[in-house]
């Protein structure tokens, strides 16, 4: 299932790849696209968007849903 949330607070390409690990640990088999000057993250997971979502905080970073 292909889902598209806005995160905020992703300034640089640390903030990328820590985002990309969290959704990654959550599930292997995703594909995580990231585009920071949009502040998108799209990614294809079986995941709810409710887990995807708390990863991303658990990061750090502010999710609109």
Known sequence: ????????????????K???????????HATV???R???KVQVDSEKSR???AQAITDEGYRVSV
Do not use: P, S
């Not at 992703?10 to 903030?15: A, E, I, K, N």
């Not at 820590?18 to 292997?28: M, P, Q, Y």
């Open 37 to 39: 000057t949009h502040n």
């Open 1 to 16: 299932m292909n889902q598209i949330f806005t995160v905020e607070g992703m300034t640089c390409g640390h903030c990328e």
């Open 50 to 52: 409710e887990a995807l």
């Open 33 to 35: 696209v990231i585009d």
């Open 18 to 28: 820590a985002v990309t690990k969290a959704l990654l640990a959550l599930d292997a």
